[in-house]
C-alpha cells in the first residue's frame, strides 16, 4: 500500500474524551420481539430485512452515517481491519466513508452515480467539519450484530467538538468498542441497534442489513506490492462478479500527490480505466482501492441512517 499522500488502514486520528458506555437506558423499540438492546443475537444470519419496510417510527430530520468495512491483508504487510464510524448531521454527508474521514484524515468523495463511470477528483479538497453545531448526538452506541458476534461503534468527542461513532482499541474505550475483523461476515445479515442514551429509547432494526460476499480480485496482481503499470497503458481490473443489484464496485486510483481517480462499475466482473485517466496521474507507488458495498438507509427516530457496507481491497502499483 503506499504511503504517499494518503492514509491506510492502520492509522491513527485524534479524538476527544470518550463516553463508551452502551447500556440500555430506557425501553428498546423494534421490529420484532426481543428481549432488550443488549442481548446476544440469536438470529444465525439467516433473516432477511427489508430496510425500507414501513417500521410504524416516526423518523427525525438529521442525517446519519454508519460504515461497516472489512479490509483484508493487503500485499505490504498490513494485517486484516475492520474499519467501523459513524456520525449523524443536520446537514447531508459529502461522503459515503466517514470512516477513512475519521480514521485516516482522508476525503474520500461519493463514487459517480452513473455505473461504469469514472470521474477525475483530482486531489480532493480536505472534509469539511463545518460549524459544530450541524453534528448531533444520536445517543452512546451503534451497533451491529449477527452470527459473528457484535460490533460496537461507541461516542467519542473528536476534537472535543464532534460526536462521532468509532470502533476503536485505544485505551479510553471499554473493551466491548474495539474492532474485530472476525465479526465482519461476508453475506451475513446484522440487526442494527441504536442505543437512545439518556432519556432516549433504544431501537432495534432486525436483520436490517447485510454485508455484500467477499471480494476476489484477479487482476492485476493486488497479492503483490509495487507491482509496475504504465500509464500509458489501460489498467484492467478483474474480479470474481457476485451479479448486479444491490452490489456496487467502487474502485480508486490515488497517486503520490493525493490525485484522484474514482469509478463506479457494475459488479459484473471487470472494468477498465482508460490510460487517458491514468496519465493525469503523477508517476510512483499508488494506491488502488477496489470494493464491493452494500447501501441501506434506514429510517430511524433521530433520522435516516445511511448504513455503508463494504468488502475492500487495497493495493500498491508503481504507476511508471
Sequence with gaps: MSLGACGQPGGEAEVGEADTSVES???????????????????????????????????????????????????????????????????????????????????FPPPPSEANTVVNNAIPSPYEWGKADTWVTGGNALKLRGGGGESLACLVLVQDTFPVYLSDDAEFFDPTCAPDPAKWVAGESYDLVAFGGEGKDDVIRTAAVAAPTALTVTAPDVGTSLVPHDRADDLEIEWEANGGEPNRVVIRVIDTFGQMLTAHAVDDGSFTIPSAELTKLAPGPATLTIAREQIFDLGLPDGDLRVVLRYEVWADPDLI
Excluded at 440469536?42 to 410504524?56: C, I, L, P
Excluded at 460504515?67 to 486484516?80: D, K, Q, R
Excluded at 467501523?84 to 477513512?100: I, K, L, S, V
Design 25 to 107: 437506558t430506557g425501553a428498546a423499540s423494534e421490529d420484532s420481539a426481543s428481549s432488550g438492546a443488549t442481548d446476544v443475537p440469536s438470529t444465525d444470519g439467516s433473516e432477511s430485512g427489508d430496510a425500507t419496510s414501513d417500521t410504524g417510527i416516526d423518523v427525525g430530520e438529521a442525517h446519519g452515517l454508519l460504515n461497516f468495512t472489512f479490509y483484508p491483508e493487503t500485499a505490504a504487510g498490513l494485517p486484516a481491519e475492520l474499519g467501523m464510524a459513524g456520525a449523524w448531521r443536520t446537514e447531508p454527508f459529502t461522503t459515503d466513508d466517514f470512516f477513512a474521514v475519521q480514521a485516516w484524515g482522508m476525503h
